[in-house]
């Protein structure tokens, strides 16, 4: 059985930084590439980052660039999603999801290209 657990999400001052982790068992981690989503109230869920399965292609939504970084090590089955100097506006539930592909494909902010997803963290930044 395919399970994918998120941590690390909590409260946060404007400007300041967290990490998010991603373990993912009953799947062979390295086979896929992996992301990080985010669904704030009201609104769409959002493709963050995409990151192969070798760590060789990395893709970023715009309004992240230059803030996140995504990264992940295969040896512990860990997704990792660093977010410095943060906004209010990245308040939201933050998921992370296994791809159907090894690639981060051009279509990889779309939520049928991934198969398994965690139940989300939750991410609130302070103004």
């Known amino acids: 059985q395919v399970q994918v657990v998120e941590s690390g999400g909590d409260l946060v001052k404007e400007g300041g930084s967290l990490r998010l982790s991603c373990t993912a068992s009953g799947l062979t981690f390295d086979d896929y590439a992996m992301s990080w989503f985010r669904q704030a109230p009201g609104k769409e869920r959002e493709g963050v980052s995409c990151?192969?399965?070798?760590?060789?292609?990395?893709y970023y939504a715009d309004s992240v660039k230059g803030r996140f970084t995504i990264s992940r090590d295969n040896v512990k089955n860990t997704l990792y999603l660093q977010m410095n100097s943060l906004k209010p506006e990245d308040t939201a539930m933050y998921y992370c999801a296994a791809a159907q592909s090894e690639y981060c494909t051009a279509s990889w902010r779309a939520s049928y290209n991934y198969n398994y997803w965690g139940q989300g963290t939750q991410v609130t930044v302070s103004s």
């Open positions: 990151i192969s399965r070798w760590g060789v292609n990395i």
